[in-house]
């Protein structure tokens, strides 16, 4: 099966502008989160997904760098972006992660590309419940799917968040479009934020690579966190998705 990852990265965030090329011991958070995606052993191939905005060359070379490929299309219409960039190849599955997520599990994604593949799902993803840290979230999908929502999506919050028009039309949330499930879990990390959004989100990171360094599984960085209340309350109050509920304001 051929299985790309593509991970979408701009420098233009508002909240923490620059946030993906700001630095931990000398790598940037993008560095780290390519590094760690390049441990999943079910991943054919990584592609960077920047803006054509002129700040986004350094993404571009950062990518030549890392020895990935990359694709540049619309800031706005990500779903159109992603689609541009695996048109051509046509990949069995893709992979749909974030760059602002620089401890992503390569395990995880095995995991769940895995449970994707066996049972020939359209939509396989663990954020349909949201039980596991904020920074794992992984979403596997057809290419069929992704250019059925690329044709058919028309919502400005579906076609900046790439998936929303597949997760809502998917059996899991009572659709008929897209046979999907979702990968659970027994316990709730739902308050663990492992991604960076805000300043102190990279305070939290920065602390968690330096005390455990680069290489630990989710659970490991996960339950760190929880035992030191001080780097819990750095980053606990900051809303979850704060961006994706932001465009359904707009929807409306």
Request: a neutral charge.
């Amino acid at each position: 099966m051929n299985v790309v990852v593509i991970t979408q990265a701009r420098s233009g965030s508002t909240r923490l502008p620059n946030k993906i090329l700001k630095e931990i011991q000398e790598r940037s958070l993008l560095q780290i989160h390519v590094d760690r995606i390049k441990k999943a052993k079910l991943v054919s191939h990584i592609i960077i997904a920047t803006t054509t905005n002129k700040e986004d060359n350094k993404v571009e070379l950062l990518a030549k760098e890392f020895k990935v490929k990359y694709f540049r299309g619309s800031e706005t219409d990500v779903l159109d972006r992603f689609y541009q960039a695996v048109k051509e190849v046509k990949p069995s599955y893709i992979v749909r992660l974030t760059s602002d997520c620089p401890l992503i599990d390569p395990l995880l994604i095995d995991e769940v590309i895995k449970e994707a593949l066996q049972r020939k799902l359209d939509y396989y993803t663990n954020v349909m419940d949201e039980l596991y840290p904020d920074g794992q979230d992984i979403e596997v999908f057809t290419f069929k799917a992704l250019e059925k929502a690329w044709k058919e999506a028309t919502l400005l919050s579906d076609r900046e968040h790439v998936t929303s028009y597949i997760r809502n039309n998917s059996t899991y949330k009572g659709g008929i479009l897209f046979k999907s499930d979702n990968h659970g879990l027994k316990e709730n990390y739902n308050q663990v934020r492992l991604t960076v959004d805000e300043p102190q989100d990279f305070e939290v990171i920065k602390i968690l690579v330096e005390q455990l360094g680069l290489d630990k599984d989710w659970r490991t960085y996960t339950d760190y966190y929880l035992g030191n209340k001080e780097i819990c309350m750095l980053n606990n109050k900051i809303i979850r998705n704060e961006g994706f509920l932001k465009s359904i304001k707009n929807n409306l």
